[in-house]
Structure formats: structure tokens, C-alpha cells
């Protein structure tokens, strides 16, 4: 007779019987002989079912308390892995002096844009055009994040220059001799164009002392020109300052900037001041934060800094944040614009804007400076320079020069360390989980050995065993509990009791809990 089930299936069905009778007998095995605290007697059938229920709560209550000291705990490993603290070695430092950026608010000279206008119209200078020019001319030389927007008014002339702005910049700003002089650095006489290097930044043409990031191929530059030395302070030097002079300072400010070396000019980071010969001193202290090598074993997320050698930028060779959120403003600008701003240095794959492209940014300028959408986190290696007295200038002193200085020798940074690594976790982890449950690694281990490679061989190596266990089971199951709500010592009842013993003996039959 036809049973609806092919032999390939019967077998299958068959197997899957054997595993469950498998799974069920690796259950009771794992609760008898669990090292667990208190499973062995939820398992134990001959004990009595409050005893059980006892232990089962026992149980659960260890089971949630221990899931929720864990989750604390990893929620601290998350978020406060790390500690701060100070480190007043001082004397072992090599203490860089920082990197001073001033940039003019007109970084124009007038001879030098007249000159260039006239070798442009041939000396004819009444061309109604001229206007025009010079204003776009200063526009570009000026060109930074401030004044993009602004050039939305010069597209409607065709007859304007469309690109190869910086090489038109290169011709009218200020050469280093013309703008800074009497410079002195530690106390002693400074050759200011030695130190001052021309850069362009997103504040626009600006000139940089002792900074990493410069560009040494300026038009005016020598050919056999280098980057200048970088500059130390020691704890013997009798003045740990530079000072620098510049013309026509009250009718084109000068703003200042003390930044790490490393760093380069964002607009996310403010000048300390602005310089109108009111004051003649700055004074600011030093804040260094540098993280141990231990950190590294913790993600980025976690101790909230990259080191320098961690992630890969365009921008520069080592990671810092100045260079992230520039490479982002770049990535952002290209993606909307195709182009980026020709203050950035020169990248392939990163071309320079044009004319159309400028109005493009200055359209886009509020989401390409949303430093919200940029994931930059600080550097682990970090300096920051606060101004922390301003000493107003002699009002005698008509051309008194602008010192900057440290207040003291530094004599405090800051340590960034791991406080609760993966060793401490894995340990609190396992103490807690001991102290609640008798928990161990290996504890772990014993489950995944039951219910998988133990059960598994078991349907393999012992078939007949198995089968003789699912008929004990089957007779088991079906046996009738009464459940009712009829007095025990009635009719019914006391029939079913005398099944009861029939099917399993007397002794196991008065062992169930609804039998008197």
C-alpha cells in the first residue's frame, strides 16, 4: 500500500526523529552535569516541584542581573575606555615653538595690480573696462571662503580671465620683503623672509612661520630655495618669542594665528588676533595632548582621536584634523562642482576651479563648510595654543612691533591612556559572570559540545540506543495528567491513579506532583 512517503524521505523523517531524542537526552545530560550553579536541580525530576521553581528563579534572577552588569560595563568600554591625565616630565621635551600664520586683509600691493592692469591694456587706461578688471583682480588675489560668493557679479563679462587664478595671484600679491620686517626671533635678529613662507589658505594669502605646510614653488622664489628649518625652543633660551614688524597695519589689519606646525588653516579655527598696533605683545600658553601606543587596541569611536600613521589622507602624509576636513571640503566641492578652490594644494584627480566653477562653491558654500558632515575626529597627537595676556603697545611708540611669546616654559601636557582595555573587560566579564552563575569559557564550550557535535554523533554511533529512548519518550508523553479541578479522592481520579501505576509503577506514579 502506498504510504504518500518515498524511502529517501522515510529515512530523512526517521533521522530527524533520532536527533530530536538526541537533543532531548543532551539536555537532561547538560542540566545533571552542569558545573552552572543550581541547573541540576531545576533537571531533577524527584524533586519536589517548589524546590524546582526555587531554583529555576534563583536562576533567572542571576542570569538578569549578570546580562545587565555586563551591559553596563560594555557601554563603559564604549564610551570612557580611556583616561586623561598630566605627565610633568618636562625636562625631557623637545618643545616645538608654534607655527605663527598672519594674513593681510589686503594681500594686494596697488603698484603691483596697476602694473599688471596696464601690461594687460597696454597703458590705456581709459578703457571703460579697467574698473572692472582691477576689482575682479583684487577679488582673486583676496580669494578665500569669505569673498567666493562674491564673484557671481563678474560671470556676465565674457572678456574676464576663466581659470589659472592663482598664476593671476602670483603677479600682485605682496613679496615678503614688502610686508614684514624687523623680524627677531629668541632675541636675536631674524632673517623674516627665511622664516615667513608664502602659502595660500581658506583665509586666503597669508604667510606662514615655522609651518609644515607650505608651497615652496612661487614664481619670486629662488630655484635652489628650501623649506626652512624647524624652529625649538629650549629651557635655557633667555627668551622663548619672535617679533615681527609690517607698514600700513592700522589701515590693513593683520590677522594672527598660533596652530600647531602640523595643522593647516581652516576656517574652523579663529585668529587669536586681530593686529591694529593697539596691543604690542601676545602671550599664550601651550595645551599638548598625546595618546600611548596602548590606545591603539581600542577603536577610533572609542578613544575619540587617529593616530597619525592610522588613516590615509590626500592631503597630507600624517593625519590630522585640519587635513581631514580639507580633503572633505575637496570631496565635497568635486562632488558638487567638479572642481575645488585653487587655495588647496594641487592634487590629482582635483581640478581647479574656473570661473563657473567659483560660483558653483559660493552656491554651495553653506554645505560645502558643514563641518557636521565631514567625520573628522582630532588627532591623538594634539597641540593647542590659548592667548593668555594681551600687553597693550606705548602709545608713543608709533612703529612698535608685535611680539609673540610664551607665558612660561612649558611644564604641563596631557596623557591620553587606556584605563579599561580588553583584558579588563574580558576579566570583569568573567568575574561577574562566575560570581552570579559559575560561569567559564569552558562552560561555553560544554554547551556548543551537547547540543552539536555530541548529539550529532550520537544519532550516528548509537541509533538503537536512541530508538529505544523515543518509545520511552512516546509513552511518556502520552500519558493523561489531570489537570481538573475534581477533589483527588473521586471516582475519576482515582481510576486515572490506577492507570497511573499500571503504566509506571507505584513508587514513580505517587512521585507526581498532582498525586496525593
Known amino acids: 500500500m502506498f504510504d504518500g512517503l518515498s524511502n529517501t524521505e522515510k529515512v530523512d523523517t526517521s533521522k530527524t526523529k533520532l536527533l530530536k531524542t538526541s537533543m532531548r537526552l543532551q539536555f537532561n545530560e547538560f542540566f545533571n552535569h552542569s558545573t552552572l550553579h543550581g541547573v541540576r536541580y531545576i533537571a531533577q525530576s524527584d524533586r519536589p516541584l517548589h524546590e524546582r521553581f526555587m531554583w529555576f528563579s534563583f536562576l533567572s534572577v542571576g542570569i538578569v542581573v549578570t546580562s545587565i552588569i555586563i551591559i553596563s560595563l560594555w557601554e563603559k568600554f564604549q564610551t570612557s575606555p580611556t583616561i586623561t591625565g598630566l605627565d610633568t616630565d618636562f625636562h625631557s621635551w623637545d618643545v616645538q615653538f608654534p607655527a605663527i600664520t598672519v594674513c593681510p586683509k589686503r594681500p594686494t600691493s596697488d603698484e603691483k595690480v596697476?602694473?599688471?592692469?596696464?601690461?594687460?591694456?597696454?597703458?590705456?587706461?581709459?578703457?571703460e573696462r579697467v574698473e572692472i578688471f582691477l576689482k575682479f583682480i583684487n577679488e582673486i588675489a583676496s580669494f578665500s571662503y569669505d569673498n567666493v560668493q562674491m564673484f557671481e557679479q563678474f560671470s556676465e563679462y565674457d572678456w574676464l580671465p576663466k581659470d589659472k587664478f592663482k598664476d593671476l595671484a602670483y603677479q600682485v600679491v605682496y613679496h615678503c620683503e614688502e610686508l614684514l620686517y624687523d623680524c627677531t626671533f629668541k632675541g636675536e635678529p631674524y632673517n623674516c623672509c627665511l622664516g615667513f613662507e608664502p602659502v595660500f589658505t581658506e583665509y586666503g594669502f597669508c604667510y606662514s612661520f615655522n609651518a609644515k605646510h607650505v608651497v615652496l614653488d612661487w614664481p619670486w622664489m629662488a630655484e635652489n630655495y628650501s623649506k626652512a628649518n624647524i624652529e625649538y625652543v629650549f629651557e635655557t633660551d633667555n627668551k622663548l618669542t619672535?617679533?615681527?614688524?609690517?607698514?600700513?597695519?592700522?589701515?590693513?589689519?593683520?590677522?594672527?594665528?598660533?596652530?600647531?606646525?602640523?595643522?593647516?588653516l581652516i576656517v574652523d579655527s579663529l585668529p587669536q588676533h586681530l593686529w591694529t598696533r593697539r596691543i604690542a605683545k601676545i602671550y599664550f600658553n601651550s595645551k599638548q595632548t598625546y595618546t600611548t601606543e596602548g590606545a591603539r587596541q581600542l577603536t577610533i569611536k572609542q578613544r575619540k582621536c587617529v593616530f597619525p600613521d592610522e588613516i590615509s589622507l590626500l592631503t597630507d602624509s600624517n593625519y590630522t584634523f585640519?587635513?581631514?576636513?580639507?580633503?572633505?571640503?575637496?570631496?565635497?566641492?568635486?562632488?558638487?562642482c567638479g572642481c575645488v578652490s585653487w587655495f588647496y594644494k594641487s592634487i590629482d584627480g582635483y581640478k581647479y576651479c574656473d570661473l563657473d566653477g567659483l560660483n558653483c562653491i559660493g552656491k554651495n558654500l553653506k554645505q560645502i563648510l558643514n563641518g557636521l558632515a565631514c567625520p573628522c575626529e582630532l588627532g591623538c597627537m594634539n597641540t593647542v595654543y590659548e592667548v593668555e595676556k594681551l600687553q597693550d603697545a606705548q602709545s608713543d611708540q608709533i612703529d612698535e612691533p608685535l611680539e609673540i611669546s610664551f607665558v612660561s616654559w612649558p611644564m604641563v601636557r596631557y596623557r591620553r591612556e587606556v584605563l579599561f582595555g580588553w583584558v579588563d573587560l574580558l576579566v570583569a566579564f568573567g568575574g561577574i559572570a562566575g560570581l552570579f552563575l559559575g560561569f567559564s569559557l569552558l562552560s561555553g564550550v560544554e554547551i556548543i559540545y551537547y547540543f552539536t557535535l555530541r548529539a550529532c554523533c550520537m544519532v550516528t554511533n548509537n541509533p538503537k540506543v536512541l530508538e529505544e529512548l523515543s518509545q520511552?519518550?512516546?509513552?511518556?508523553?502520552?500519558?493523561?495528567?489531570?489537570?481538573?479541578?475534581?477533589?483527588?479522592?473521586?471516582?475519576?481520579?482515582?481510576?486515572?491513579?490506577?492507570?497511573?501505576?499500571?503504566?509506571?509503577?507505584?513508587?514513580?506514579?505517587?512521585?507526581?506532583?498532582?498525586?496525593?
Open 114 to 127: 596697476w602694473d599688471y592692469v596696464t601690461s594687460v591694456y597696454d597703458n590705456n587706461t581709459e578703457n
Open 242 to 264: 619672535i617679533t615681527f614688524n609690517m607698514d600700513n597695519v592700522t589701515k590693513n589689519p593683520l590677522k594672527v594665528f598660533i596652530h600647531s606646525m602640523d595643522d593647516m
Open 472 to 516: 520511552e519518550y512516546d509513552q511518556k508523553d502520552e500519558t493523561i495528567i489531570n489537570l481538573g479541578l475534581k477533589p483527588l479522592w473521586s471516582v475519576e481520579n482515582k481510576e486515572t491513579q490506577a492507570v497511573m501505576i499500571k503504566n509506571h509503577g507505584k513508587k514513580e506514579a505517587f512521585a507526581l506532583p498532582f498525586l496525593p
Open 322 to 336: 585640519s587635513a581631514c576636513m580639507i580633503q572633505c571640503r575637496m570631496d565635497t566641492s568635486r562632488k558638487l
